[in-house]
């Protein structure tokens, strides 16, 4: 299979209004992708299109080489995993009775259930009713029923939602996992600088327009955001003999701190400008960094007013 999710022209109107139009979009296998936008962006919308709960009003959408809510739309769900962003569950069951009853319901092993508790960090909360489990438990056990049957595509809504640092990093632990054996995972969430450092491509969303959709490197080359370059100097170099030398190689100004100074330059220059301050002397170091996803949101929105809201 050559696409995972592949999307042409797609678009869902409601009434008078389109809560999405035109969009195109391919997810390769074993990609992770992050699905951003603002509130209304419809990203809740593409999920549900995804996940055949609704019909397209216009294009195509094929997930797993099939229209999500056509002939072989019970098939198709049983190969996805989905956690929605306010996840819910009967209270009076405990954490293994709601696995095994949700894997008959998804004519997956009823023996899953154990592993993924113990998977998810709830192998000691396993007999407990759900009513007694915080907020982040009952994420974590949304979690473990996203993964039932071992599905090839996930869907994840806001997934770190209530989960402290730790679990947050136990979860990126498992999407890196679950990478690496060939699954495709989309996330949307709000926190783009915890899910930055994880993603293989972002699709950004706003007024239910695709507003940009590629890797990192591609967004960045499309945002023509400069890079920063931090340079480091030997403690007790004298800072005017630093400034002087740093006049000579940047027409911006630099950002100074305790024997580091700081300044942008455009993206091709970036290895001329390192290959030149290499040559400065008392250099004790040099790090290079990329526009943030956070700041490619911002610079991208700047050009697209359909994004509107901040990203955090």
Known sequence: MQH???????GKQYGSAWALAGIDMRVAPGEVVGLLGHNGAGKSTLMKLMLGLIRP????LNVLGAAPAGAHARSLRLALGYLPENVAFYGNLTGRETLVYLAELKRAPKTEAAALLARVGLADA??????TYSKGMR???GLAQALLGEPSLLLLDEPTSGLDPAATD????LVHGLRQQGRTIVISSHVLAELEPHLDRAVILGGGQLVAHGTMAELQAEAGLP???TARFVGGTDAARIDAWLRELA???????????EFDVPRHAKLEMVRRLLQVPHLADIEVREATLARLYAAIGTRNPALGGPAQ
């Open 57 to 60: 009003s216009r294009g195509m």
């Open 126 to 131: 396993a007999d407990r009713r759900v009513r």
């Open 139 to 141: 994420q974590r056990l």
């Open 251 to 261: 027409d911006a100004a630099p950002r100074r701190g305790n024997d580091t100074v």
């Open 227 to 229: 890079v920063t370059i």
């Open 170 to 173: 136990d979860f990126f632990a």
């Open 4 to 10: 995972v999710i592949e999307a042409a022209g797609l």
